[in-house]
């Protein structure tokens, strides 16, 4: 896959005329059915390739914003949340989420507030 060029299609819909922008999204569209992958697909297999080349985009200096590292608390969470078998794209979303948190020790806040809601949910739900 010419990521370069994907890239290039992508960053052409942050445009304001919409006939180019569902231009390129169909575009983009259009070189995922060649490559036989979807979106999400694409996703998990650059998160991959990145972890195995020794994690390019999961060790990255810490964000400006407020970092959470309650290790109790949001163990917690994880755990309510995989004994209810997530399934789908939450489940990737959710083990993504937990091997950031697992490789760097702290959740972003938009993590934080994912993780919390759905872990919070889940020990609800008993």
Known sequence: MDYVKLIKLLRMTEGSFDGECLNAIRKANAMLAEADINWEELFVKIVSEAAAQGG????????????Y????????????IFRDGVKGSFKTF???VHEWWEQNGYLTEKQYNAVKKAGSRAWNDI
């Open 69 to 80: 590292t309650d290790h109790d608390e949001i163990d917690a969470y994880f755990r309510n």
């Open 56 to 67: 390019a985009t999961t060790q990255q200096a810490k964000p400006k914003g407020t970092v």
């Open 94 to 96: 959710i083990e993504s």
